[in-house]
Each structure stands twice: as structure tokens, then as C-alpha cells.
């Protein structure tokens, strides 16, 4: 390996643009090549990031100057073609969700401990600044004794959004709906900031579009901390709300709009009450968002392979939001 490491990507969708203009954005990573299945929109994207085109994702894997893989493939591929990149002494950064199921989810951690590479699922939400410095107030107990930790994502997604590339909404490819696919950054933030949950109860259903997996969803949780909370999530919502995480306790709380805060009372006192307007929303658009937080998880790996500081999210990290959310389905 030389002073960067060299990417390949996986997948040419939506998502992959976004790892590409991180990957780009780094002074110690290199983008060098992409695979996809349909090898005339793998060269189209090498044209466009002035990479190399690769005809199978073998191929790929086999040259010995890629160093890691970003997978953006749907969901349903992610476990197999993480699992195939360990195998191939490349590291990895992964798509969300890591798995749709948590048994592979587990392939994939046994195969990243026999390997000996990193992987990385992406949490970028994570990396905020403000959700780390709400995470940290947490811990001080700034908000006395958490009451809530409330979950809310309600989104809209028009029907040709589940048209589009025909794997959208099935149960076999995306896993889920509007908690595995929509919702899966939101679950992770909750747990990341007031950790593991027991289901009390859920409800999923399939309200409005037609698709296989659900566009409605409720579960009430209780946290190790003794705090109580709900999640909401859905793609029914028209025109579409921001994601919000609700922290309420005895001295104080914290309302997060997307990442950044709009409201925060610390110790009983207002430090934010209205907070900035969300410049950039996926509420009704997937594609509304900016690859900093992308970049600043794709760094950190970077970093790590370096040996210039820890890796802060690895793959039993991934699994935390998709055991929770088979949790949830297995209610129905």
C-alpha cells in the first residue's frame, strides 16, 4: 500500500456517487475503479470519476493495487459481497443496512475476524457534530434522568420511487421498508446515543404502497437506562417530514432535526430553542444530502488502516439497528 489507499466501488446506484465525492475529498484515499453488473453503466461512472471500469466485481477484487471496497449494491448482496472482499484481503466500507437479517450480519463479523481487515458500516450520522456533542451530554447526565427517547421518521416516497430499478420494496432484496431501508440511520443514532433496547411491542403494515415490506411502523422500546421511547417511521407522509430524536429528562433535553439541533435546555437552562433550518432533507428525496458525513466515516477508515486511530465504527456496530429492527418484524 502506498501513501493512500485505493477504492473500488461496487455498484453503480444512487449511493455510489456519494462514496465516490468522499473518496475524492480525502488527501490519503484514491478512487480507482468501479464494478457493477451492468458493465455499461460501470464505464459511463469510470468516465465520469475518470477511473477504471472493471467487467465483473471479481475482477476487481483480483487486482492487487485496490486496497478496500465500498459495497452499494442492494441490500440483499451486501453480506455475500462484503464477505468476498474480506476474503480477497481488501478492506471494506459497507452500505447500509450491513445485512438484512442478523445471521448474516454474524457471517460477516466472523469473516472480518478471520481476515484480519477492517470494516466499516456506514452510521455517518454518527459524525455529526452535533449528535457528538449530544452523545456527550448524555454521559454527563446534562439531561438529569432520561424519561423519552423518541424516534421519528416520517417520510414520503411517491410510488415510482419503488419503480425504479425493481428491487425496491421486496422483502427478498431490500429487507424492509421504511425501517431497514429508510429508517436504519435513524435506529442506529438512537441506539448510538442512549443504547440497547427491549421491544415492548410493535405494529408494521403495508399502508399504501404497493410494495412487500412495510411502509408503516411503530415500536415502543424500553432502554437499559430505564428510559421509555417510541419509533415511528414511514414513506406514507406527503410532501415528508425531518427525521427528529427526541431526548427528554428531569434537568433538560434535546431535540435533534436531521443532525443538527433545535432545541437543546441543559441543566435547565435553553442553550437552543428554535435552532437553524435543514438546508439538506431526505425527507421525500434520498438523494438530498451531502457526502461530508460519508466522508468523515470513510476517513476514519482510512485512518485506521494507517494505524493513526481507531476504527469507531466496525461491523458489531452495524449490527446493533439490524437486530432491532428484526425484532420489530418478527412482532408482526
Same mark, same amino acid.
Given at each position: 500500500?502506498?501513501?493512500?489507499?485505493?477504492?473500488?466501488?461496487?455498484?453503480?446506484? $444512487?449511493?455510489?456517487?456519494?462514496?465516490?465525492?468522499?473518496?475524492?475529498?480525502?488527501?490519503?484515499?484514491?478512487? @480507482?475503479?468501479?464494478?457493477?453488473?451492468?458493465?455499461?453503466?460501470?464505464?459511463?461512472?469510470?468516465?465520469?470519476?475518470?477511473?477504471?471500469?472493471?467487467?465483473?466485481?471479481?475482477?476487481?477484487?483480483? +487486482?492487487?493495487? &485496490?486496497?478496500?471496497?465500498?459495497?452499494?449494491?442492494?441490500?440483499?448482496?451486501?453480506?455475500?459481497?462484503? &464477505?468476498?472482499?474480506?476474503?480477497?484481503?481488501?478492506?471494506?466500507?459497507?452500505?447500509?443496512?450491513?445485512?438484512?437479517?442478523?445471521?448474516?450480519?454474524?457471517?460477516? &463479523?466472523?469473516?472480518?475476524?478471520?481476515?484480519? #481487515? =477492517?470494516?466499516?458500516?456506514?452510521?455517518?450520522?454518527?459524525?455529526? /457534530?452535533?449528535?457528538?456533542?449530544?452523545?456527550?451530554?448524555?454521559?454527563?447526565?446534562?439531561?438529569?434522568?432520561?424519561?423519552?427517547? %423518541?424516534?421519528?421518521?416520517?417520510?414520503?416516497?411517491?410510488?415510482?420511487?419503488?419503480?425504479?430499478?425493481?428491487?425496491?420494496?421486496?422483502?427478498? @432484496?431490500?429487507?424492509?421498508?421504511?425501517? $431497514?431501508?429508510?429508517?436504519?440511520?435513524?435506529? +442506529?443514532?438512537?441506539?448510538?446515543?442512549?443504547?440497547?433496547?427491549?421491544?415492548?411491542?410493535?405494529?408494521? #403494515?403495508?399502508?399504501?404502497?404497493?410494495?412487500?415490506?412495510?411502509? =408503516?411502523?411503530?415500536?415502543?422500546?424500553?432502554? /437499559?437506562?430505564?428510559?421509555?421511547?417510541?419509533?415511528?417511521?414511514?414513506?406514507?407522509?406527503?410532501?415528508? @417530514?425531518?427525521?427528529?430524536?427526541?431526548?427528554?429528562?428531569?434537568?433538560?433535553?434535546?431535540?435533534?432535526?436531521? %443532525?443538527?439541533? /433545535? #432545541?437543546?435546555?441543559?441543566?435547565? /437552562?435553553?442553550?437552543?430553542?428554535?435552532?437553524?433550518?435543514?438546508?439538506?432533507?431526505?425527507?421525500?428525496?434520498?438523494?438530498? $444530502?451531502?457526502?461530508?458525513?460519508?466522508?468523515?466515516?470513510?476517513? *476514519?477508515?482510512?485512518?485506521?488502516? $494507517?494505524?493513526?486511530?481507531?476504527?469507531?465504527? +466496525?461491523? *458489531?456496530?452495524?449490527?446493533?439497528?439490524?437486530?432491532?429492527?428484526?425484532? &420489530?418484524? #418478527?412482532?408482526?
Amino acid at each position: 500500500m502506498t501513501n493512500k489507499l485505493k477504492f473500488g466501488i461496487l455498484g453503480c446506484g $444512487m449511493i455510489a456517487n456519494f462514496h465516490a465525492e468522499a473518496i475524492k475529498s480525502l488527501e490519503n484515499a484514491e478512487l @480507482f475503479g468501479v464494478a457493477d453488473n451492468d458493465f455499461g453503466r460501470a464505464q459511463s461512472f469510470a468516465e465520469k470519476y475518470s477511473i477504471n471500469a472493471y467487467k465483473t466485481y471479481e475482477d476487481m477484487l483480483a +487486482d492487487s493495487q &485496490i486496497d478496500a471496497v465500498c459495497i452499494c449494491t442492494p441490500s440483499f448482496f451486501h453480506a455475500q459481497n462484503a &464477505i468476498d472482499a474480506l476474503r480477497a484481503n481488501k478492506h471494506v466500507v459497507l452500505e447500509k443496512p450491513m445485512a438484512i437479517t442478523v445471521e448474516d450480519a454474524n457471517r460477516i &463479523i466472523a469473516e472480518c475476524k478471520t481476515s484480519g #481487515k =477492517l470494516l466499516t458500516v456506514i452510521c455517518q450520522l454518527r459524525f455529526s /457534530e452535533d449528535m457528538q456533542k449530544l452523545k456527550q451530554l448524555i454521559a454527563e447526565d446534562a439531561f438529569g434522568k432520561i424519561a423519552f427517547c %423518541d424516534l421519528y421518521m416520517k417520510y414520503w416516497r411517491d410510488p415510482s420511487y419503488y419503480a425504479n430499478g425493481g428491487w425496491k420494496g421486496t422483502k427478498k @432484496f431490500d429487507g424492509g421498508g421504511a425501517l $431497514m431501508n429508510q429508517g436504519i440511520h435513524g435506529v +442506529d443514532a438512537l441506539l448510538y446515543l442512549v443504547g440497547d433496547a427491549k421491544l415492548l411491542k410493535a405494529k408494521t #403494515k403495508t399502508h399504501l404502497h404497493n410494495i412487500e415490506v412495510e411502509d =408503516l411502523a411503530v415500536a415502543m422500546l424500553e432502554f /437499559e437506562s430505564g428510559a421509555v421511547g417510541v419509533i415511528e417511521a414511514s414513506t406514507c407522509v406527503n410532501p415528508g @417530514f425531518d427525521r427528529k430524536i427526541e431526548i427528554l429528562g428531569s434537568n433538560g433535553c434535546a431535540v435533534l432535526k436531521e %443532525d443538527k439541533f /433545535e #432545541k437543546l435546555v441543559v441543566r435547565g /437552562e435553553t442553550i437552543i430553542d428554535g435552532g437553524e433550518q435543514t438546508q439538506v432533507s431526505t425527507a421525500s428525496d434520498p438523494s438530498a $444530502m451531502s457526502h461530508r458525513l460519508h466522508a468523515m466515516q470513510i476517513n *476514519n477508515l482510512v485512518n485506521a488502516v $494507517m494505524g493513526k486511530e481507531e476504527l469507531l465504527i +466496525d461491523c *458489531n456496530e452495524g449490527l446493533r439497528a439490524v437486530k432491532l429492527i428484526e425484532e &420489530i418484524y #418478527k412482532e408482526i
